[in-house]
Every structure is written in C-alpha cells, then in structure tokens.
C-alpha cells in the first residue's frame, strides 16, 4: 500500500498540473483575428470620456485630491490639457499614460482621430 506521503504528493502533482493548464494568457488578436478601429467618427462622450474615466481619472490620479496634473472629470478639463499639448504628448506620442500601462491601440487612435478633429465637445 502507498503511504499518505506518497498519496499527498500526488495529489498535489495533479493538483497543480491541472491549476498549471488553466493559467495561459491569450492574445486577442490571435483568437479573434485583427479587429477593426473604426476612426471615422470619434465623439467625447461616447469614445473619449470612456477611456479617461477607465485609465485616468482613476483613484490617485486625474482627479480631486489625486496625485495627477489636473483634474479629467468633464470636458473642459480634459480640453485643457489638449489645448497645451500634453495630453497629445503623454498618451499619443510617449505613450507613458496611465501610468498602469498603456492603451491599447485601438484607443490610442481614438484619442489622436478626437484630437487631430480639434477636440469637439460632442
């Protein structure tokens, strides 16, 4: 008979060979194929102010007692810092913001398309 050593170690081995298969990143483009960006008509309210309020004005950041240069709680805040040049230079040019990692392309194009059609609020 098998010794509750031997018993525990196999149960382990299994144990984590099974917990091993389940952790795999998957790369979007390779499951789904390229998607598509579609640029051609980028509004604030539906593209851009998404993306601020899910990588920006976060906790900590872009926002009231944060540690971020200004505040990107509504568009006028956010306009300012496109009207001086840093928002277009930090996250489209650099592409150091947020800090936490970058867009991913698809909103990063969104962002430029929004800033090269002068920022509408729309």
Request: charged share 15%; net charge negative.
């Amino acid at each position: 008979m098998w010794n509750s050593k031997v018993k525990i170690v196999i149960v382990i081995t299994i144990f984590t060979v099974i917990v091993m298969q389940s952790c795999y990143y998957d790369k979007e483009d390779l499951l789904y194929g390229e998607l598509v960006c579609d640029t051609s008509s980028v509004s604030f309210a539906d593209d851009i102010m998404p993306i601020v309020n899910n990588s920006c004005a976060t906790v900590g950041c872009h926002v009231q007692g944060g540690a971020g240069t200004g505040i990107f709680e509504n568009y006028n805040q956010v306009k300012a810092k496109v009207d001086n040049g840093s928002f277009n230079q930090r996250v489209v040019v650099q592409l150091d913001m947020p800090p936490s990692g970058s867009l991913n392309d698809c909103q990063v194009l969104h962002i430029q398309q929004w800033i090269l059609d002068g920022a509408p609020n729309n």
